[in-house]
């Protein structure tokens, strides 16, 4: 399958902090995508990364890939309470994706 | 539609019971996802449908459960003789087939409560 495996399972920080949220993968990949999700209701996608792009920005969104790692990392600068949410990874590159269990981030006002 | 849509949002039946639970994709995306999401969980893929293929039902957890996807748009989820473990948000996602590019766009989920 193409799971990705999201680290921290939970985050905790305050207003204003940054938070990075880690995402470890098996097999080779075509793209990583990361998804967010409020509520426990439906994903939103947020940001896809390349196999052959090592950085890609999205407002204040920044995410990493390390193929040789097969690890890929999200940034959440100056974060809002707002931001909290479920933030899932997951491979593209075959004809289906599949979750993790994702990393909790609460940002505490 | 501007979105994938599911019914009902939320669905409270009896252990024992049939339910259906529907989703409408975005027009135009040929592969259909049906996810579960249990309390606290993370998601838990359950059938994918692409095209005409066949469709991938490697995950589902029973034989009570089956989807059907009609005319490659809507598709139904069916949970037969339900228990209360199968309580669950159910999500739907539609994509565009494609290898290189598949953001998956997800509805607002089927809250089920067995009781």
């Known amino acids: 399958s193409q799971q990705g495996e999201e680290d921290p399972q939970a985050l905790s920080i305050q207003e204003g902090e940054n938070a990075t949220m880690n995402c470890s993968y098996k097999t080779s990949i075509n793209n990583l995508q990361w998804y967010r999700q409020n509520s426990g209701r439906g994903l939103v996608h947020l940001i896809l990364i390349r196999s052959n792009e090592r950085e890609k920005h999205s407002g204040r969104l920044r995410v990493t890939l390390d193929t040789s790692k097969k690890s890929s990392s999200l940034l959440i600068t100056a974060s809002r309470a707002a931001d909290t949410a479920s933030y899932f990874c997951?491979?593209?590159?075959?004809?289906?994706?599949?979750f993790g269990k994702g990393t909790k981030l609460t940002v505490n006002p | 539609g501007a979105g994938v849509s599911q019914s009902p949002s939320n669905k409270v039946t009896e252990k024992g019971k049939d339910v259906e639970l529907r989703c409408d994709p975005i027009?135009?995306?040929?592969?259909l996802y049906w996810y579960r999401q249990s309390l606290g969980q993370g998601l838990e893929f359950l059938i994918y449908f692409q095209g005409n293929s066949a469709p991938d039902k490697s995950g589902l957890p029973s034989d009570r459960f089956s989807a059907e996807r009609t005319g490659g748009s809507v598709s139904t989820l069916t949970i037969q003789r339900t228990q209360q473990e199968d309580s669950a948000v159910y999500l739907c996602a539609s994509s565009e087939w494609s290898r290189a590019y598949n953001e998956q766009f997800f509805g607002p989920g089927t809250r089920l409560t067995v009781l």
């Open positions: 027009s135009g995306h040929t592969a």
């Open positions: 997951s491979q593209g590159g075959s004809e289906k994706l599949v």
